[in-house]
């Protein structure tokens, strides 16, 4: 089992900057992605960024070259970085890993944390 705690978020006016974190606990030497993921009411959720094991990372196309995923404290912790925030930032962002337990691939999310991008 893998367990996500996030923190982080909250409001901003745009071109601000936020930072979320989340930390991993359980099984962490399993996990073999990190990343984050946000949904707005009433739509798909959508990837935002994620980053691999080997350190490759992924981005939206929405935020890249705004937003920087990146891990600490032994690839427990993962950090997005949002910079020059739109209002169409505006959802919940979720944390998720997954990991290769028994031989199978599970997904683990987070609570959730708010984003609002609002002047």
């Known amino acids: 089992q893998v367990q996500l705690v996030e923190s982080g978020g909250g409001l901003v006016q745009p071109g601000g900057s936020l930072r979320l974190s989340c930390a991993a606990s359980g099984s962490v030497s399993s996990i073999t992605m990190m990343g984050w993921y946000r949904q707005v009411p009433g739509k798909q959720i959508e990837s935002v960024a994620v980053?691999?094991?080997?350190?490759?990372?992924k981005y939206g196309d929405s935020v890249k070259g705004r937003f920087t995923i990146s891990t600490a404290n032994g690839k427990t912790t993962v950090t997005l970085q949002m910079n020059s925030l739109k209002p169409e930032d505006t959802a919940v962002y979720y944390c998720?890993?997954?990991?290769?337990?028994?031989?199978?691939?599970?997904?683990?999310w987070g609570q959730g944390t708010q984003v609002t991008v609002s002047s």
């Open positions: 980053i691999f094991r080997g350190g490759e990372t």
């Open positions: 998720y890993a997954n990991a290769v337990l028994d031989l199978k691939t599970r997904g683990y």
